[in-house]
């Protein structure tokens, strides 16, 4: 499978799994363009991506004081947010910024755990805004669960990406698995509010490869998957991804 193919076929279950999204699919999509315009500032002119960076801190800010500028933050919920949230919410951009800083100046990991940090700081930051903003919750938990759900997403870039030896792909491999075990082992009183990423978390474990010599990812029959995901959320109950197959059917329980 190429690199252009994969990125296809988990970009369609991206896809996928907002068409079970509900109330959320408007705060999904504006969170992913949100990470993307911040995704794109590292790729810019290195003065460039500086202004463009302080700019959307103070926007962040603007945001948090009711008076967003751009469509994108415009889009994101409004409220009278406790100073409590407030500081969550900016705990998380604040993180996010961090990791862009780290790309502006050429930071490369150097060990598994400053990889995950980075993880973390990039993709766990707006999961765990997303996860709050979800659940109207900002504890522990919605922490954990976001971060998770980072990790997920960011070992997922990795594995589609190079890698220096069979030994490091097999390591990513891992802590993806762990990753996704801990999403979909969630039992807790707001988990039918997280459903699209517990979708999404079983999507990209029904791609999974049985090993590292193996490519990533796996094809399966996405809507099928998709499908059968959303059953088992809804039930609060684990699912074996792999089990389902392109005979399952949207239209019986």
């Known amino acids: 499978m190429t690199a252009t193919t994969s990125s296809t076929a988990l970009a369609l279950d991206a896809s996928l799994a907002l068409e079970f999204a509900g109330e959320h699919r408007d705060l999904l999509q504006t969170l992913a363009a949100l990470d993307a315009a911040f995704a794109e500032i590292p790729r810019l002119d290195h003065a460039v991506a500086h202004t463009k960076l302080q700019w959307w801190r103070e926007e962040i800010a603007r945001w948090l004081a009711g008076a967003a500028r751009h469509p994108l933050t415009i889009a994101l919920p409004k409220g009278a947010y406790s100073p409590r949230r407030q500081a969550h919410f900016e705990a998380c951009f604040r993180a996010r910024f961090q990791a862009v800083d780290l790309e502006l100046i050429g930071f490369a990991p150097a060990t598994r755990e400053e990889a995950l940090t980075l993880i973390d700081r990039r993709e766990g930051s ?49 802590d993806l698995r762990e990753a996704l075990a801990a999403l979909l082992a969630l039992r807790s009183p707001w988990r039918h509010r997280v ?28 809507l099928a998957q998709c499908w059968r995901a959303w059953r088992c959320a809804r039930r609060g109950r684990p699912t074996d991804a792999t089990a389902a197959s392109s005979t399952d059917s949207p239209v019986s329980e």
């Open 126 to 174: 707006l999961a765990t805004l997303s996860v709050s903003l979800m659940t109207g919750l900002e504890d522990p938990p919605v922490t954990a669960f976001g971060r998770q759900l980072g990790r997920a997403r960011g070992l997922r870039t990795c594995l589609l990406g190079a890698f220096d030896s069979l030994e490091e792909r097999r390591r990513q491999l891992d």
């Open 195 to 222: 459903i699209p990423h517990l979708i999404e978390a079983t999507l990209l474990q029904s791609r999974l490869p049985q090993d590292a010599t193996q490519p990533f990812p796996t094809p399966r029959a996405a």
